[in-house]
């Protein structure tokens, strides 16, 4: 629908003179990555731990910067502006778009530069990208979601990533054993399993939240 | 949208926060052609009510209808026909006013608007500065920016919640021109304290006398 | 509850907790004494479950009528979910202790009964932090929601990713039970007594939350005709 798209566009706009998530995502990950892989040094770390190391710096790093677009509309008080003149569904799904679009920025630079710096060896990239698309829609959906339960709350920081965690952890499960497998087997056969969990978890939290999205929004 | 009656009902409006209650039994109708002003003390709910009828927030008992030529308008697509001028309705401060006003506009599902847009900007004295950010405004400007954004989809119904607030001399001389053409066919609410303001409505509501 | 229930509750419970320490056979091979925990871990960590759906049941109501009695109810539903979802980590980390040999293991059972509790804590962070009661009601109502959606997956998708190392036999999900006659008499009436006494606790307390919406809901319309 169209609405969708003008809210997706209006963010992208705000975003692009303000830069304020994009950098702040970004930060976090730049240092994160940092912090790893000097504590972890000459260690060659297992694949399994380099998987989990992976999505954990994914993770929080989404934690920085997927709640700006609900809680910058509630500080510069443009929420009721917003409220006004959209849909419920629309605002959620534009901004579900922008925060996928964020996370797959965040991505294009950190997947390179952790398989360069932490010696991660890839063997099967279809498996790879594929848990990142499928694995985006999950965290971008609940994200999303749980940004706008929090905007409306007093107490903003910590309370997303309280709230996200145990949503999110299905995503952080799944795709943290993709990833592994990526890194050990050729076969796109291997990974069915988590890749079906992320794509059911995908539908099903991105349907939840579009019902209950009016719910958090309407007073 | 021009020739539409409408009407806009409060049905025993009820609003409490907690146990603390802030709107009792307000009811009104009013209809295309004329203006209608909510006054109170400070912190009485004027504001409150107003956000009620706007649709961005629920009554707790009550409720308010819109109709348009006896057809009841859903709640989803009421934003179609109003505007509402307030203080805590802010613009988008990093985007441009051009911005601002293509982004209410398209949403409303507006096409040709460059033209109004135009009449608009210099009835407020804000031409030639479409394509500054918002940020740059002074208060005063805006206010009157409000009145553009508020005004573009020619509203059927238009709200304002403290019309003469930011405002010198000249920005209320054009804010009352536009209010009294909003109020010769199409319906006006305003919320306010001034006496002079309220000489402009054809009802008044008080709220917060007990 | 009428008296001829309460001492049928009450004799029924003494009898599990002497049936499940004298009575029951110890399983042979390797569990010896420490099975006597099973009869009342699981129950509790059942009942965990059961207060999980109870809340995302009246949390649902709640967003249906807007009715803040509801609220109320999933919130107590909440309280006595963390409630038992704490007994049931502690119980289980002991059994896991004494059994396999490590309090914690990150067993897909512990991780749901991990995650259950992080639900509840969520839950009751969110209340905190939202002043207004409406707006903490929805907000409460609509994060217990989203949570029952994501709980499928860890139950039935994260096993089947990851080895678990919950015996089989007696827990798993085709359902056959390998237990004796009287340990399965003590752990079946275990299950059901233990639901039905804190059924009953919630039934309290859910009648002492109905009587002060009551009372409240008095006074306002009484503030409503002045």
């Known amino acids: 629908m169209k609405q969708i798209w003008l809210i997706f566009l209006k963010d992208v706009q705000q975003e692009f003179k303000t830069r304020y998530a994009i950098n702040a995502i970004m930060l976090f ?52 502006t917003l409220k006004l003149v959209a849909r419920p569904s629309s605002i959620y799904l534009g901004k579900f778009f922008f925060n996928l679009v964020l996370l797959v920025l965040l991505e294009v630079i950190l997947i390179p530069l952790f398989i360069a710096i932490m010696n991660f060896k890839v063997v099967s990239f279809q498996i790879f990208l594929l848990t990142m698309f ?34 999110l952890l299905p995503v952080l499960i799944s795709g943290i054993s993709a990833t592994r497998k990526a890194a050990e087997s050729v076969k796109l056969m291997d990974a069915q399993n988590e890749l079906q969990a992320l794509l059911a978890y995908g539908i099903i939290i991105i349907v939840a939240s579009i019902l209950l999205f009016d719910f958090v929004w309407n007073e | 949208m021009l020739n539409a009656k409408m009407e806009l009902i409060a049905e025993k409006i009820v609003k409490g926060f907690g146990h603390f209650l802030v709107l009792k ?79 209410f506009a398209r949403m409303r599902n507006l ?44 509203p059927d119904v238009l709200f304002v919640d403290e019309p003469r607030s930011n405002l010198d001399q000249a ?6 021109s536009i209010l009294q053409e909003q109020k010769k066919d199409k319906i006006l609410v305003i919320s306010t304290n001034d006496q002079e303001d309220l000489t402009l409505a054809d009802q008044i509501i008080r709220v917060g006398v007990a | 509850m009428s008296k001829l229930w309460k001492i049928i509750l009450y004799t029924g419970l003494a009898l599990i907790i002497v049936g499940a320490f004298v009575w029951a056979p110890l399983e042979p091979k390797i569990l010896k004494e420490y099975t006597r925990i099973f009869y009342f871990h699981v129950p509790v960590a059942w009942i965990c479950v059961l207060f999980f759906l109870i809340a995302a049941y009246y949390s649902f109501q709640f967003l249906r009528t807007k009715d803040l009695l509801y609220d109320a109810y999933a919130k107590i539903s909440n309280e006595l979910g963390i409630l038992f979802a704490i007994l049931a980590t502690v119980t289980g980390s002991i059994w896991a202790k004494v059994t396999w040999g490590s309090f914690w293991n990150w067993d897909p059972r512990e991780t749901s009964i991990f995650i259950l509790l992080l639900i509840y ?11 207004q009661e409406d707006r903490r009601a929805r ?19 994260v096993p089947r990713i990851y080895f678990s190392l919950h015996p089989d036999p007696v827990i798993n999900t085709q359902g056959k039970i390998h237990l004796e006659l009287r340990q399965r008499v003590v752990f079946f009436s275990s299950l059901i007594f233990h639901t039905v006494l804190y059924l009953w606790l919630f ?22 005709e002045e």
């Open chain 2, 111 to 154: 096409k040709n608007y460059s033209a109004r847009v135009k009449q608009l900007m210099e009835l407020f004295n804000l031409s030639g500065r479409e394509h500054d950010s918002v940020k740059t405004y002074s208060s005063g400007m805006q206010q009157r920016l409000k009145y553009v954004c508020a005004l573009i989809h020619e």
């Open chain 3, 139 to 157: 907000l409460a109502a609509v994060y217990s929601l989203l949570a029952f959606v994501t709980v499928p997956f860890f139950v039935f998708v």
């Open chain 1, 29 to 80: 990950a730049i240092v994160t990555l940092s912090a790893v892989s000097f504590s972890i040094g000459a260690y060659t770390a297992t694949t399994r731990v380099l998987a989990a190391l992976f999505w954990i710096i994914l993770f929080f790093s989404s934690m920085s910067g997927l709640s700006h677009i609900f809680i910058r509309e509630e500080e510069t008080q443009t929420a009721d």
């Open chain 3, 121 to 131: 804590g969520a839950y009751f962070s969110l209340r905190s932090a939202v002043e």
């Open chain 2, 171 to 176: 920005g209320i001389e054009a804010v009352y």
């Open chain 1, 134 to 167: 499928i694995g985006n829609f999950g965290l971008a959906g609940g994200g999303t979601m749980v940004a706008a339960i929090i905007s409306k709350a007093s107490t903003k920081g910590a309370l997303f990533t309280v709230l996200s965690f145990p949503i």
């Open chain 2, 25 to 103: 039994n307000i009811s009104f109708k009013v209809s295309s052609g004329s203006a209608i002003a909510i006054t109170g003390p400070n912190g009485s709910g004027k504001t409150t009510l107003v956000k009620i009828l706007c649709n961005l927030m629920a009554p707790t008992r009550g409720q308010v209808v819109y109709q348009n030529n006896s057809q009841k308008i859903n709640r989803e697509d009421i934003f179609q026909y109003i505007g509402l001028v307030g203080p805590y309705l802010q613009l988008y401060q990093e985007l441009s006013a051009q911005e601002n006003i293509d982004f």
């Open chain 3, 203 to 224: 039934q309290m307390r859910k009648t002492q939350v109905k009587l002060q919406m009551i009372l409240r809901l008095y006074k306002e319309n009484k503030m409503l």
